[in-house]
């Protein structure tokens, strides 16, 4: 099927390369014109694709493999290509991001960080902008002016939690300049595993700090020291869940002096397995840093910190009451949706990422995405050796330091995974014992700043980089080097003005002054040596120090080697220890190592298929907890969608005399007008003869300030109605797991609850606007 699309591609191949560069853009204009006269987008891809392709060897000097054509074809079709590290995901975007933006109708290619938006924003979109589209990048420090522009961009580059923001706040915007998105119509998410599933189970939330005193959370930690593991309260490892025993309870009440713990007007419960979680399962330096006397989270996927985040629920205040900095205010939900629904408000979105195939099941079922592996352009050499295995983290540590130290002394580079900044850490001292040199990369502010440079040389010869989870990925590691990376870093270093991009790709064109070419001539045959020596050594070395809860994430770890044909290989050093094996069986492996007397490291086949069943059902419990929050917050989300539509309304209405009136009617509860008919007729005709003259008063006031007022009071009820019926929601959700116990279902108990939370919303919505109103003054 692919085959066949991309011969018609190439049909078009000999009328393109004799287009200039003017009759590029005046290839777009017709393909537009014919779109606007009824052909299909599936009928002009060829075409459009034909000129992408020549458009990247014009402005790039870059020729698209088929198999990159192939992945495009997969973005167009709302489909996820899978396509491993270093075949080209950026520029594949391209193509689809052009043939979908020719409606018109824009199309966003989220990202997972401001680099990577900046970077194929500049470098890709200059293909996008030779072929006469638009381009624009939104980043954090982005403008409420320049986002509502970039927004209007015909291709936008994003990152999927500025996406989110932006969305969330233009439905609490109070007129519509400042709302600055339109309508969703295409979206090529980067990295799709990382944002759909890894931080599927994070909603992104706007707060605002609520008044709640913090003395609860610092009396609850001080009770939580003292509590004891298996005596007081249970834990569940792998949900990160606490269970509060009967013993638990009585002495928590006998303690706080309260008759009941779980009262909704004293919920010491909820704060009391806070403490509890803070206790046992965020630990700093692992989840957390102390930075600037406060807690500052670090992503569990990629290792970065991420400033401004807050885990919610009052679980960070009790982080903040365990590490004894001050604990900020607990904040209060404005608004919050999860990225599952997020994404699933685009008509049509797709995906690209290395490894995809082991969620094949939950993008297809949560998604409707089916996944394409897209063949390399060449044959994968990398060698995957079998995990050793030591019963101790202490000796598989120092294994992993020796195995550095050996290939440090040959020149071999190595690229070290750890899980958190406290393990590379303690790998880097023992790295620092053996005099070994290595770069040091992970969430400390005074690292994660170098992390593109640090990564982007990660293949220098006798190079050992450690490096949390996926740091730098979106960066491709080079053999020998990137030399692209040590020019920019030597123009740096010599003060050199101006954009450095713009320095680069003058050079590559040849047009630069002679002393930057002849710089660019003596490190590309410096690194074009150190590629081939490197090359001889065997490649990159990636060195796993854990296997991962995901074995797509082992994957994508494996997959910074071996990239477009290269050499390589990669291996994991685990012990009975780490935390899959502790949780998953790692006693029983550690019994039989003693029984029958096995030396370490052990390297079987046995139990690598050990590991990868653990690993499996560990995948299958985070895709049923994702499932599970899937189908509760569709819950919510269609209520959200109710609220937001009539927000869109009441923004986008001319005259609001109809709301007013419509608002008013209903205010009279339902059995008194059933009985009293007359009153019924009184009461209605007294409240729109009030309304009247309200109206007549604002209008001599100024004209059309009623008007204003009443937008303005019902989008504030509004949003403040909304707020309380978040966390009424939220409060709801965590205690209805408890009616399973009495034999009853808790989703369809939480789906009729959430209704009548919602009816009793609307009728405070509807209550607060009418006193709001008549009680405003000119």
Not at 336 to 343: C, K
């Given at each position: 099927m692919y085959s066949n699309i991309i011969q018609e591609i190439k049909t078009y191949r000999a009328q393109h390369a004799k287009l200039s560069d003017e009759e590029f853009k005046q290839q777009t204009v017709q393909l537009k014109q014919k779109l606007r006269q009824g052909t299909s987008l599936e009928q002009i891809l060829p075409e459009a694709y034909s000129l992408v392709w020549y458009a990247t060897v014009r402005v790039l000097q870059l020729y698209a493999f088929d198999v990159q054509l192939m992945g495009a074809i997969v973005l167009h079709k709302g489909q996820i290509a899978e396509m491993k590290t270093g075949e080209g995901k950026s520029l594949v975007a391209a193509f689809a991001a052009y043939v979908n933006a020719l409606s018109g109708k824009g199309v966003h290619i989220v990202t997972v960080n401001d680099y990577l938006a900046k970077r194929d924003e500049q470098w890709i979109g200059e293909v996008l902008r030779f072929l006469?589209?638009?381009?624009?990048?939104?980043?954090?420090?982005?403008?409420?002016?320049?986002?509502?522009?970039?927004?209007?961009?015909?291709?936008?580059?994003?990152?999927?939690?500025?996406?989110?923001?932006?969305?969330?706040?233009?439905?609490?915007?109070?007129?519509?300049?400042?709302?600055?998105?339109?309508?969703?119509?295409?979206?090529?998410?980067d990295e799709v595993d990382s944002i759909l599933i890894d931080e599927a189970r994070t909603p992104l939330i706007i707060s605002a700090p609520s008044k709640a005193s913090n003395t609860p959370y610092q009396v609850a930690w001080q009770l939580a020291k003292f509590m004891q593991p298996n005596v007081h309260y249970e834990l569940e490892e792998k949900g990160k869940q606490v269970i509060l025993t009967e013993d638990g309870v009585k002495a928590c009440e006998q303690a706080l002096e309260v008759t009941?713990?779980?009262?909704?007007?004293?919920?010491?419960?909820?704060?009391?397995?806070?403490?509890?979680?803070?206790?046992?399962?965020?630990?700093?330096?692992?989840?957390?840093?102390?930075?600037?006397?406060?807690?500052?989270?670090?992503?569990?996927?990629?290792g970065r910190i991420l400033p401004g985040r807050r885990w919610a629920d009052g679980l960070h205040q009790a982080v903040e009451a365990k590490e004894g900095v001050s604990i900020q205010?607990?904040?209060?939900?404005?608004?919050?949706?999860?990225?599952?629904?997020?994404?699933?408000?685009?008509?049509?979105?797709?995906?690209m990422t290395g490894t995809a195939k082991t969620e094949e099941e939950e993008f297809q079922n949560i998604y409707g995405l089916k996944v394409i592996s897209i063949p390399t352009h060449r044959a994968m050499i990398r060698k995957d050796y079998a995990d050793l295995v030591f019963r101790t983290a202490q000796s598989k540590w120092i294994a992993v330091a020796q195995e550095c130290k050996q290939m440090w002394q040959i020149g071999r580079p190595v690229l070290v995974g750890t899980t958190s900044i406290e393990k590379s850490e303690l790998l880097a001292s023992l790295l620092d014992a053996e005099g070994v040199k290595y770069q040091l990369l992970n969430a400390r502010p005074s690292l994660a700043s170098e992390e593109?440079?640090?990564?982007?040389?990660?293949?220098?010869?006798?190079?050992?980089?450690?490096?949390?989870n996926m740091a730098g990925r979106g960066t491709d590691i080079i053999l020998g080097g990137n030399l692209k990376q040590a020019f920019l870093d030597w123009l740096k270093d010599q003060?050199?003005?101006?954009?450095?991009?713009?320095?680069?790709?003058?050079v590559m064109a040849q047009k630069a002054p002679e002393h930057l070419q002849q710089k660019y001539r003596a490190l590309k045959q410096e690194y074009e040596e150190q590629h081939q020596q490197v090359v001889q050594l065997g490649g990159l070395y990636v060195i796993g120090t854990e296997r991962h809860e995901s074995r797509r994430i082992d994957n994508q770890l494996r997959g910074r080697s071996g990239r477009q044909g290269d050499p390589g290989s990669s291996r994991f050093f685990i012990s009975l220890e780490d935390d899959l094996l502790r949780i998953f069986g790692g006693t029983q492996m550690s019994n039989l190592m003693n029984r029958l007397g096995i030396e370490e490291p052990l390297e079987s086949q046995f139990l690598s298929t050990s590991l990868d069943r653990a690993q499996k059902k560990v995948e299958h419990y985070y895709y049923q907890i994702r499932k599970q929050l899937f189908e509760y917050d569709q819950v919510l989300n269609s209520q959200r969608q109710a609220i937001y539509s009539e927000r869109r309304q009441i923004l986008s209405s001319h005259d609001?005399?109809?709301?007013?009136?419509?608002?008013?009617q209903h205010q009279w509860p339902a059995k008194l007008l059933g009985v009293m008919n007359t009153w019924k007729r009184m009461a209605s005709t007294?409240?729109?003869?009030?309304?009247?003259?309200?109206?007549?008063?604002?209008?001599?006031?100024?004209?059309?300030?009623?008007?204003?007022?009443?937008?303005?009071?019902?989008?504030?009820?509004?949003?403040?109605?909304?707020?309380?019926?978040?966390?009424?929601?939220?409060?709801?959700?965590?205690f209805i797991a408890w009616r399973g116990y009495a034999q009853r279902d808790p989703?369809?108990?939480?789906?009729?609850?959430?209704?009548?939370?919602?009816?009793?919303?609307?009728e405070e919505v509807r209550q607060g606007y009418c006193y709001s109103l008549f009680r405003s003054q000119a």
């Open positions: 006469g589209l638009t381009t624009a990048v939104i980043c954090t420090s982005s403008s409420n002016e320049e986002r509502k522009q970039a927004y209007a961009a015909d291709v936008t580059y994003i990152t999927n939690s500025e996406l989110g923001f932006d969305y969330l706040r233009d439905h609490m915007a109070l007129n519509l300049n400042e709302m600055v998105q339109r309508a969703f119509h295409y979206c090529i998410i009941d713990i779980y009262s909704i007007q004293t919920p010491w419960a909820h704060l009391l397995m806070n403490a509890i979680k803070a206790k046992h399962f965020y630990l700093k330096d692992v989840h957390y840093l102390i930075k600037d006397e406060q807690v500052v989270i670090v992503d569990e996927f990629t205010e607990e904040s209060t939900t404005l608004a919050s949706i999860t990225y599952q629904n997020l994404f699933l408000l685009y008509p049509k979105i797709s995906g593109a440079s640090i990564i982007a040389q990660a293949g220098r010869k006798a190079s050992v980089t450690i490096a949390t003060n050199e003005d101006g954009d450095l991009e713009v320095k680069w790709r003058q609001m005399t109809d709301w007013s009136r419509n608002y008013l007294q409240v729109h003869i009030s309304y009247d003259v309200k109206k007549m008063q604002m209008e001599s006031v100024q004209p059309g300030l009623m008007n204003e007022l009443e937008r303005l009071l019902l989008l504030q009820q509004m949003d403040q109605s909304w707020s309380k019926h978040l966390r009424e929601m939220s409060l709801l959700r965590e989703l369809v108990e939480y789906k009729n609850e959430a209704y009548n939370l919602f009816i009793k919303m609307i």
